[in-house]
């Protein structure tokens, strides 16, 4: 007896852009299905090697059959196949559907009817529904003694009834749609479509890919002979795929277009790869690796349901998608696999964890991608960029996390924007290209490039022409302070403490000039004595009138990053208020000075409020601000 089921309500949607698609790839079914057969082959065979219920199989096989007459196109293979729930909840139900982009990708898709949006999450076996009008499952599992037909036409109901099957394994069955004027679907008819797609985008696929095809032969006469010029039409089979596993081919065998459909394919992209690394390795530990970096950040790199992680396999079997084991955190971006014989079939995932053999291979694939990072940079830069942009800021993390225990691996690999150069520049070739008697290496912070280079405490560093690097992420500033020094050269804000840019000279004058002055600076801290920890004079300025400067230790731009964060505790860099000695305005406030106390307090305020503006720091009070303004224009005026 059919039961009658319906699909759940993303699904149903998803179906329904499929049904009406204009994929505009609408080949993609067929490697969607292959790709999903060999993955079953892939569980059964697991499965075969470590639990007695599933018997062992001696050779596997995917099948494709075309049936002109009924306009059908099937594809079978020997794999795990299912069970009565397993139909529902894999065939019923759309897995990631579950995800809040995914719903709103699917609107988005639904209301454009652009397919190739939801392209991106791997619609599998729904795909069928581009090209077919009714699409049939036959299916049975070693674990359920009963077989089951699935049946759907693509629209909200599907059924599933007992059948009679045999052996284990699945047979999809697609009637398909009608050619129309715009859509050719009878070409999928043809075997040499059949076995170009197979070729195209299945051809690594480890399993036999096999057809019966009709094939030309020479005719052989009654003693076995070839007789010259004739030719039968036979019926063979053909094993349509090369079933080299393309991670165990050398890199100068495959192709890039190869490594890239095989990609889409595997991970479920609908775009190119931005690079891919295939590697290998033998000696204390063997294995092959072949690694991806998404051109485009994987949407939900950084929310908690992203799972990181390569594949796994041993000696060629797959043994589990996501081993996180193999990627560091701040690589949570590669997608691939490792397939190594270092490991035995009966690994748990709990035994991973402490596997040594796996955590020596998870280093040294780190180590391999960390080298080709390198050797991007050094050949392709243009190519760097492009990924830096996109992933430089895990690279910065990976930099600074536990104490910068990695930071000797990654900091050639980091680029910085800075004051002198257009492009990005390694911390290498800014040293390389500091000026003579340079002795830091300076650096400023702030929310964009443009809002660092209008900074006044950059004043005398430009005027000495020394380059200084900007930093606009939050985790910057962390990883100076975590890296110290590069190439023996400290590093210094611009912003904090001694710039050490004055002649001995130079520095005696201002030492006498700080003693002239100390009764003003000291009036002004009074008046500010809420606000700043100090006010002296400047080394750091030249044109600019006043700036605002932190201490030894926190800087506002820490503060700032530390103050977003939930649950922060509340620190606060030191406030220390720099002002210039040469500027007119100092003679200004030295002549108020003499004659009146609160306007003096007013000039405080006003100098204070400034310096917060200019740092881009909030003003505690800015109707006050602005009426201490206005007073003084008014006054100005008179
Ligand atoms: P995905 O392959 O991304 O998981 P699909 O929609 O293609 O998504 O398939 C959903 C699920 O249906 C698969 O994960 C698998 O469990 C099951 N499935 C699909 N095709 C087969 C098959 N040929 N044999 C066994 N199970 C299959």
């Known amino acids: 007896m059919a039961s009658v089921r319906k699909f759940k309500a993303e699904s149903q949607k998803v179906l329904n852009l499929m049904v009406n698609s204009i994929y505009t790839n609408k080949d993609i079914f067929l490697r969607e299905l292959i790709s999903n057969a060999s993955d079953a082959i892939d569980k059964y065979h697991y499965l075969s090697l470590v639990d007695e219920k599933v018997p062992h199989q001696d050779e596997y096989e995917i099948r494709i059959e075309i049936d002109k007459e009924k306009r059908q196109i099937t594809i079978s293979d020997t794999g795990i196949g299912m069970t009565f729930d397993e139909i529902n909840n894999n065939l019923g139900t759309i897995a990631k559907s579950g995800s809040e982009e995914f719903k709103s990708k699917l609107k988005e898709a639904e209301q454009t009817h652009d397919v190739d949006i939801i392209g991106q999450f791997g619609v599998g076996f729904y795909s069928s529904f581009i090209v077919a009008e009714q699409v049939e499952v036959l299916t049975k599992s070693p674990y359920s003694d009963k077989g089951y037909l699935f049946k759907s036409k693509g629209q909200e109901t599907y059924t599933v009834d007992e059948v009679k099957l045999e052996k284990p394994g699945t047979k999809i069955i697609l009637t398909l749609k009608e050619s129309t004027d715009e859509n050719d679907y009878d070409r999928y008819l043809q075997e040499w479509t059949i076995r170009n797609l197979v070729k195209k985008y299945s051809d690594y696929i480890r399993y036999p890919i096999k057809m019966e095809v009709t094939k030309s032969l020479p005719k052989y006469d009654e003693d076995g002979k070839v007789i010259e010029g004739e030719y039968e039409e036979k019926v063979v089979d053909e094993t349509l795929n090369s079933m080299v596993p393309i991670w165990k081919k050398r890199s100068n065998e495959v192709s890039d277009e190869e490594l890239n459909e095989f990609y889409k394919n595997k991970f479920m992209d609908y775009e190119d790869p931005l690079t891919s690394f295939l590697f290998s390795a033998e000696g204390l530990v063997s294995y092959n690796a072949l690694i991806y970096i998404p051109k485009r950040v994987p949407y939900n790199l950084y929310s908690l349901d992203y799972e990181k992680g390569l594949q796994l396999y041993t000696k060629g079997i797959f043994i589990m998608d996501k081993c996180k084991e193999l990627v560091p955190d701040y690589l949570r971006f590669v997608k691939g696999l490792v397939d190594t014989s270092d490991l035995s079939l009966n690994i748990s995932r709990e035994m991973l964890q402490q596997n040594h053999q796996l955590l020596k291979i998870a280093s ?275």
């Open 364 to 638: 040294n694939v780190e180590k391999k991608i960390i080298s080709n990072l390198e050797k991007m940079l050094k050949n392709e830069r243009d190519k760097y960029i492009e990924f830096f942009d996109s992933y430089g800021v895990n690279l910065k993390f990976g930099a600074y996390d536990n104490f910068g225990e990695k930071k000797d691996l990654l900091k050639d690999l980091i680029l910085y924007r800075t004051l002198n150069e257009e492009n990005y520049i390694t911390l290498k070739e800014y040293v390389e290209k500091m000026k003579e008697g340079q002795e830091f290496i300076y650096y400023a912070s702030g929310k964009t490039k443009e809002a660092v280079m209008a900074l006044p405490q950059l004043d005398l560093v430009k005027k000495q022409g020394y380059d200084v690097l900007i930093l606009t992420d939050d985790v910057d500033e962390f990883l100076i302070t975590i890296l110290s020094e590069y190439d023996g050269k400290k590093f210094k804000s611009i912003n904090q403490g001694d710039l050490g840019l004055l002649s001995k000279e130079e520095e005696e004058k201002f030492d006498s000039l700080k003693e002239e002055k100390k009764p003003i600076l000291e009036k002004l801290k009074e008046y500010l004595k809420e606000e700043v920890d100090d006010v002296i004079l400047s080394k750091r300025l030249s044109e600019s009138p006043v700036c605002l400067v932190s201490g030894e230790g926190l800087s506002f731009e820490m503060e700032k990053v530390i103050e977003r964060m939930p649950n922060n505790e509340k620190v606060k860099a030191k406030r220390i208020l720099e002002i210039n000695p040469k500027h007119e305005l100092f003679k200004a406030i030295e002549k108020v000075y003499q004659s009146d106390d609160t306007e003096l307090s007013d000039y405080a305020h006003l100098l204070y409020n400034q310096a917060l503006l200019i740092e881009g720091l909030p003003i505690k009070d800015p109707v006050d601000f602005s009426n201490k303004m206005v007073n003084l224009m008014i006054k100005s005026a008179k």
